[in-house]
């Protein structure tokens, strides 16, 4: 599609108005599908009658490059498509008190932004990698917040869900926090769908796995594993047995068959101890 311009009139709050007046060079996403007009008289129209009922109304207009989404209802109306992201260009205020607006699309501004963050994490960046982004750079609380915002917009059925729920246990190692942590990777193993984290095999995992961001498939035997040395560590030797114990019994590996039934047999020893 080619450039375009549009206009869209919003009422907003007394708050809301005041916030964008005094910003400017910040970038807006829109968080909904919403509707805007190719016809300027039109919306400024709508402006006026908004101030003449004493209405808050600010007038946006849209320049929207070519690699925006967005779709056409009709040849006056043009449909944004919701996480369009656009940069605050400048505001101004009308003679008729309107304040108006101007944006620009953004898409060529965060690209340069998801070059230097792919540079940095030296992999692929995408929606689901930037809370391991966050986390690399030791802002464990940041990422972790990011997973549970990534939690509550996507479906239930989301395949990505068990790997969040795997990230989250990751940071929550980082933070020293093994309950938390166990909880999440517990999550993880139950869901029905595969989890991406780095690529370790059937190998052993730490909390520093987070820190490095490439992905890939995780099996079923490093989550287990990892909630079995979180129960040792717990003091739940019981746990961690059983959990030994199912990771033995899918594991094909023979060097791992062997470490397990070590640390089998250390548990033992010790319960038998008590």
């Not at 007046?21 to 805007?36: D, G, K, M, V």
């Not at 059925?157 to 093994?178: P, Q, T």
């Not at 796995?209 to 003091?235: F, N, W, Y």
């Amino acid at each position: 599609m080619s450039p375009v311009t549009v206009y869209r009139a919003q009422l907003v709050s007394k708050k809301d108005l005041e916030t964008i007046r005094n910003t400017s060079n910040i970038l807006l996403s829109i968080q909904t599908f919403i509707l805007a007009s190719r016809s300027l008289r039109f919306v400024t129209d709508l402006c006026r009658r908004a101030i003449d009922s004493q209405l808050i109304v600010i007038l946006f207009e849209f320049n929207i490059s070519e690699n925006t989404l967005r779709a056409n209802l009709n040849s006056d109306t043009v449909i944004l498509s919701l996480g369009a992201l656009f940069r605050l260009v400048c505001t101004d205020v009308a003679p008729d008190g309107v304040l108006h607006v101007q944006l620009e699309s953004a898409e060529e501004f965060m690209h340069g932004i998801k070059e230097q963050l792919q540079y940095k994490i030296g992999g692929r960046l995408a929606w689901l990698t930037f809370g391991n982004y966050l986390a690399y750079r030791k802002q464990f609380s940041a990422a972790k917040e990011y997973c549970y915002y990534l939690l509550h917009v996507l479906p239930d059925n989301h395949s990505s869900r068990a790997s969040i729920y795997n990230n989250i246990g990751l940071i929550c190692l980082a933070m020293d926090d093994d309950q938390e942590a166990f909880d999440w990777f517990k999550k993880a193993t139950s869901s029905n769908f595969s989890v991406l984290t780095k690529d370790l095999g059937e190998g052993i995992s730490t909390a520093t796995d987070l820190l490095l961001p490439q992905d890939s498939l995780t099996s079923p035997t490093v989550l287990l594993s990892k909630m079995a040395e979180i129960s040792d560590r717990l003091g739940n030797q019981t746990t961690a047995l059983d959990l030994y114990r199912q990771v033995l019994e899918i594991t094909t590996d023979v060097n791992l068959q062997e470490l397990y039934q070590e640390k089998i047999t250390a548990l033992l020893f010790v319960d038998d101890n008590y």
